[in-house]
């Protein structure tokens, strides 16, 4: 079995900063991609950021320049630091991670449970 659990969420006001935190635990071979999603109430989930496992990032138009990914390979962690939030931003934040596991020729999409993040004054 692999979890993802995620850390970091909570109340922020406009302009203020959070970092969210996601650890990968049991039987890993290899982790791929790491990224963070989102999903505000009404909208779809949508790409917030990624990292591959070589450093490659892709984010969305709306978070450039505010937000970074970072990843912790040795720990099986993946890092958002969100600075300069806005009430947009608001939304449950989802870690997803391309996992290969132990024993198995194949690796897949597993899915942490989400944090909220609200940014209101």
């Known amino acids: 079995q692999v979890q993802l659990v995620e850390s970091g969420g909570g109340l922020v006001q406009p302009g203020g900063s959070l970092r969210l935190s996601c650890a990968a635990s049991?039987?890993?071979?290899?982790?791929?991609?790491m990224g963070w999603y989102r999903q505000a109430p009404g909208k779809q989930r949508e790409l917030v950021a990624a990292?591959?496992?070589?450093?490659?990032?892709n984010f969305a138009d709306s978070v450039k320049g505010r937000f970074t990914i970072s990843r912790d390979n040795a720990k099986n962690t993946v890092h958002l630091q969100m600075n300069n939030l806005k009430p947009e931003d608001t939304a449950v934040y989802y870690c997803?991670?391309?996992?290969?596991?132990?024993?198995?020729?194949?690796?897949?999409?597993?899915w942490g449970r989400g944090t909220q993040v609200t940014v209101s004054s």
């Open positions: 997803k991670m391309t996992i290969a596991r132990t024993g198995w020729p194949i690796q897949h999409d597993y």
């Open positions: 049991g039987s890993i071979r290899a982790i791929n991609a």
């Open positions: 990292m591959t496992s070589s450093g490659g990032t």
